[in-house]
């Protein structure tokens, strides 16, 4: 069997999602497909949060079996100019190819060329997952959508993932362990009486309403924060009652925070890749979706929540969240304060249909196809001599 080559690019437009994508894809495909890969990322210092032994000086370096190259801006950049492209490449997000690199790939077998796209729940995701657009200079990039239904591109899940976090969620000492390591130390009886929340979400979530609906509920709670200078301490001129918690941890590799999202009870996270990761831990969760301009975001929350079995007050609480977080305020008059509709969802009964539904939401997405395979498939479709060759 031939291997398959790409060039994966990957433009930082800022935070960690960009890059935390491309990467997990990048290592999905060399694990699990033995693809070789040259990552391309115009910031390595984002790279560097989750590989701290990158070398960011370095431009070309190898790392758990992924060549990562820095990708320069310059339009006569030695390194890029010296390369071929690949089989496959891939625009992460669909960012702009170098031009010089586009040139060389209108050779007279083009490289398959992807246009990895934003994850989105809409519907019309499935009618222009695959399809393919011509250009003048005989290049035909295909659209890549990942998705939450058949026909689109699906999600990333690595191989072993499901099993992995059944075998944590499964061994209460194992996970006591790591909390502790993590500066957490609770007996068994006192993780059976506490509720454990993460939160990663953007600087003007509504952290205090949170904070206010988590002692509402008399539940004792421990908040940890990782990796986020925002949320290093509390709120100012918040005193949480003795019953909260709050403690930041540092930023974890992508793996570990794996196990932080399927330790906690309750999951805050934002962006595309936490959100599909807490999808994975099949626990109850916020999504602080990654805000966009005319209310994007607001119609990309509401298209992945119509997919959804959640309780309509937990929905409730979802959207007057993103609503509190971009507008600093309440929705209306009308609605009910978000910390009072979220500390009734996190009370019994909702609370136990809110765990439920994200079981199944969990269950349902697992039987669906993973995106790199998507990927890997569709590559070789194109390029079948790259199996049998
Ligand atoms: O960081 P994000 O907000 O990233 C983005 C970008 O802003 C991007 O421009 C936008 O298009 C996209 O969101 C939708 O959130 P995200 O996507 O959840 O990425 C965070 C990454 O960081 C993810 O790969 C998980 C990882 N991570 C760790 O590895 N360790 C940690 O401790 C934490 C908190 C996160």
């Avoid at 936490?274 to 831990?281: D, E, L």
Wanted: hydrophobic share 40%; aromatic share 10%.
């Amino acid at each position: 069997m031939r291997q398959i080559r790409a060039d994966l690019f990957c433009r930082v437009i800022d935070n960690l999602g960009d890059i935390g994508v491309m990467w997990r894809l990048a290592r999905q495909l060399n694990v699990e497909k033995n693809w070789s890969i040259r990552l391309w990322v115009d910031n390595t210092s984002a790279l560097a949060r989750m590989l701290p032994n990158l070398d960011i000086q370095n431009r070309v370096q190898d790392i758990e079996g992924i060549s990562i190259c820095h990708w320069s801006d310059n339009p006569s950049d030695l390194l890029m100019a010296s390369v071929q492209p690949n089989d496959v490449v891939i625009a992460g997000f669909s960012c702009e190819l170098p031009a010089a690199f586009i040139t060389k790939m209108c050779r007279p077998t083009p490289p398959i060329w992807f246009q990895l796209e934003y994850l989105s729940a809409e519907p019309w995701v499935r009618e222009f997952h695959g399809r393919s657009s011509p250009r003048q200079d005989g290049l035909a990039p295909i659209f890549f959508f990942p998705g939450f239904e058949t026909g689109t591109g699906g999600l990333l899940r690595e191989a072993g993932l499901i099993a992995q976090r059944d075998a944590w969620q499964s061994d209460i000492s194992q996970q006591l362990q790591w909390l502790s390591a993590m500066g957490v130390s609770l007996t068994p009886e006192q993780r059976q009486r506490t509720r454990l929340v993460s939160l990663f979400a953007y600087e003007n979530a509504p952290v205090d309403k949170l904070l206010g609906a988590l002692a509402l509920t008399d539940q004792p709670a421990i908040v940890l924060a990782p990796g986020n200078a925002s949320f290093d301490r509390l709120p100012k001129d918040f005193k949480p009652p003795e019953h909260i918690i709050w403690q930041a941890i540092p930023f974890l590799s992508q793996p570990e925070y794996d196990c932080l999202l399927w330790s906690m009870d309750f999951n805050i996270v934002r962006g595309e890749d936490s959100f599909v990761r807490a999808i994975w831990a099949k626990r109850p969760f916020i999504w602080h979706v990654y805000p966009q301009g005319e209310e994007t975001h607001k119609i990309k929350l509401n298209a992945w929540l119509a997919r959804t079995s959640l309780p309509s007050q937990v929905q409730t609480a979802l959207r007057l969240w993103v609503t509190e977080s971009t507008l600093g305020h309440t929705a209306g008059d009308a609605t009910p304060p978000l910390a009072h509709i979220l500390s009734q969802t996190l009370t019994h009964p909702l609370w136990f249909d809110w765990q439920c539904a994200s079981e199944n939401l969990s269950q349902a997405l697992v039987q669906a196809p993973d995106l790199a395979s998507e990927l890997d498939e569709l590559s070789c479709q194109w390029q079948p001599d790259h199996r049998s060759g």
